[in-house]
């Protein structure tokens, strides 16, 4: 008995050597490996409030830039002044030749002595229309003179007074002849509105110029310096007078000048379907003459609530959507984001990210959804 029990204990022994072989074979199913973690680097995203840039370029121009003419046409006597000479308020720029001009004027002052003579002479004459009327009326009533003679008085008095108003009339007519002729000539020069440079000449001396036609390019020194930029309707809505502006021109490499926008067009130009807006310049005791050409930075009212992020974080886009890697507990977890702009080295994101988050910006090529890392530190 006790020598069966022994046999039945070996072969049990046995039977459980087998099957613990049998568990360490080629057909036992092996332990899955964990992933290594991968050393990346990351980087804070931060909340900003970005506001809309537009961006133009234009000529700089003085605010108030007049072409100076002769309110007569003539010959040009003299031109006294030379491109971008200083002038000041009331100085004489050019003259015609003023014979005619002079002799029309001293023709009009002798129409207008004439016409005094008249108005005179039909004073005269109404007092004797007067006169005669009066007897006339004596005479009648004494029985002396007949109705008919009376009334022929009466008609001569109104025809004193009515020819009075006529030589009335015609001296106040030809006061404004002389007023006509006074003021041809006095416009028969040109003189400077205000202190200025003469940007331009446009006539020589000796040149025969019809009236209005341009003879000098004036520019006020008394009003700002301006640059005249094109917007299209997608920018100008965003444009408002007052916006501050930065200005570059290439004179003045690396230099930035300060600017403001003083016009906002409400119309478009019919030829090119845009919008002319003018900034004033601040020139900084630099010197800023018309005609440079300068880039323009105009720094809207409008402002966007977004998220910050460093450009290396971004791992695919497509338009407005992207996909950046977030740092959680760890792990890389691919998130989805909607991107606003890209500008320069910065990722300007309005959805998909929490100002706390922070994003992988090294490794990212190789980082799979969810994969373990380890954050380096810089």
Not at 3 to 32: H, M, Q, R, W
Not at 93 to 116: F, K, N
Request: with cysteine; proline share 3%.
């Amino acid at each position: 008995m006790t020598d069966k029990i022994k046999i039945i204990s070996l072969l049990a022994a046995f039977t459980l050597a087998l099957a613990g072989c049998g568990g360490n074979g080629e057909n036992a199913e092996a332990e899955p490996a964990s992933l290594p973690a991968r050393r990346v680097e990351t980087a804070a995203v931060k909340p900003v409030d970005y506001r809309e840039t537009v961006f133009a370029s234009g000529k700089l121009s003085l605010e108030q830039e007049a072409r100076l003419s002769f309110k007569t046409g003539g010959i040009i006597r003299r031109i006294f002044v030379s491109e971008g000479q200083a002038v000041r308020q009331g100085q004489v720029l050019a003259e015609l030749a003023l014979e005619e001009i002079s002799a029309q004027t001293q023709q009009a002052r002798l129409g207008e002595q004439q016409a005094e003579i008249n108005v005179e002479n039909a004073k005269l004459a109404l007092r004797l229309a007067e006169r005669d009327y009066q007897n006339a009326l004596g005479l009648y009533r004494d029985s002396v003179a007949t109705l008919e003679q009376l009334q022929n008085a009466e008609v001569q008095l109104d025809n004193a007074r009515n020819q009075l108003e006529a030589a009335k009339k015609g001296l106040a007519m030809q006061g404004e002849q002389v007023d006509v002729a006074s003021f041809n000539l006095r416009y028969s020069k040109i003189t400077a509105p205000s202190n200025g440079t003469i940007l331009k000449k446009l006539a020589e001396t000796n040149e025969l110029v019809g009236p209005g036609t341009p003879v000098l390019l004036f520019g006020s020194k008394d009003k700002a310096k301006v640059i005249k930029v094109n917007l299209t309707d997608k920018d100008i809505i965003n444009v408002r007078i007052g916006n501050e502006a930065e200005v570059r021109f290439d004179p003045y490499p690396g230099h930035t000048f300060r600017g403001t926008v003083r016009e906002v067009a409400s119309m478009a130009d019919p030829y090119t379907n845009t919008y002319e807006v003018e900034v004033e310049v601040d020139p900084e005791g630099k010197t800023l003459l018309s005609g440079f050409i300068g880039s323009v930075s105009i720094f809207t009212s409008n402002t966007t609530s977004l998220i910050q992020a460093p450009i290396d974080a971004l791992i695919g886009a497509d338009g407005s959507r992207g996909e950046v890697f977030v740092a959680e507990n760890d792990t890389a977890v691919k998130t989805p984001v909607s991107i606003f702009k890209v500008e320069g080295e910065r990722l300007l994101i309005t959805r998909g990210l929490d100002s706390t988050d922070r994003v992988v910006t090294s490794g990212v090529g190789y980082l799979e959804d969810k994969e373990p890392i380890i954050i380096s530190q810089r």
